[in-house]
């Protein structure tokens, strides 16, 4: 079974930076895209960036030309350097892998999510 766990959240000023990782476990990791997404109190769960299995990335307008999505195969791990942060940028944010078929069932998978908090 795919595992998923999240570290490198906190509380940073505004204007500062974070990188998030997430290592991956029960999973052919090179194969399969992975993407962070975040959720706000009172707000719904969005994607935030993502990076499929060749390395090509997808970003939130939001965050473009601040944040940065990156995967290192060897180590089963995705990252998200987070720069220039804002307090709009306060939420869980969370790990996703792509569908994997189980045997019986296309499923995805997701971390425990970290706190980001954006604050003077």
């Known amino acids: 079974q795919v595992q998923l766990v999240e570290s490198g959240g906190g509380l940073v000023q505004p204007g500062g930076s974070l990188r998030l990782s997430c290592a991956a476990s029960g999973t052919i990791f090179r194969f399969y895209g992975m993407g962070w997404y975040r959720q706000a109190p009172g707000k719904q769960r969005e994607l935030v960036a993502s990076i499929n299995s060749g390395g090509t990335t997808t970003y939130a307008d939001s965050v473009k030309g601040r944040f940065t999505i990156s995967r290192d195969n060897a180590k089963k791990t995705v990252y998200l350097q987070m720069n220039s942060l804002e307090p709009e940028d306060t939420a869980v944010y969370y790990c996703?892998?792509?569908?994997?078929?189980?045997?019986?069932?296309?499923?995805?998978?997701w971390g425990q999510g970290t706190q980001v908090t954006v604050s003077s």
């Open positions: 996703h892998h792509d569908k994997t078929w189980t045997g019986m069932k296309w499923e995805d998978y």
